[in-house]
């Protein structure tokens, strides 16, 4: 079955760390660019972050440059999130959604719906 999970969501106290990971089945993610997605209660989805297909280019929102990490293990056929320091305002649905695009090229700023594969999100909760 051909298909992205996303896990490692949860719930984090402020200052907190999660690291989440967007794994593929049934295709190989190496001509793929990457991009998460979240979206929180009552709000828009808003992309925060994407990867190039081989680590070349990743780009991150204003809201998360700085917290945020993405990288990608091939071998593992697995893009990761890693969020530090995160917020109260980072509580949301995060999913991830794949792309074949040029080598290195990505994008974050479409509807999740434009591309060619995507999860159903894993839920992260930050909260004391």
């Known amino acids: 079955q051909v298909k992205l999970v996303e896990s490692g969501g949860g719930l984090v106290q402020p200052g907190g760390s999660l690291r989440l990971s967007c794994a593929a089945s049934?295709?190989?993610?190496?001509?793929?660019?990457i991009a998460w997605f979240r979206q929180a209660p009552g709000k828009e989805r808003e992309g925060v972050s994407c990867i190039s297909r081989f680590n070349g280019i990743k780009l991150y929102s204003d809201s998360v440059e700085g917290r945020f990490t993405i990288s990608r293990d091939n071998a593992k056929n697995t893009v990761y999130l890693q969020m530090n320091n995160l917020k109260p305002e980072d509580t949301a649905v995060y999913s991830c959604a794949a792309e074949k695009r040029p080598p290195r090229s990505c994008t974050m700023g479409r509807p999740i719906s434009s591309y060619d594969r995507w999860g159903q999100g894993t839920q992260v909760t930050v909260s004391s």
């Open positions: 049934g295709f190989s993610l190496d001509d793929y660019a």
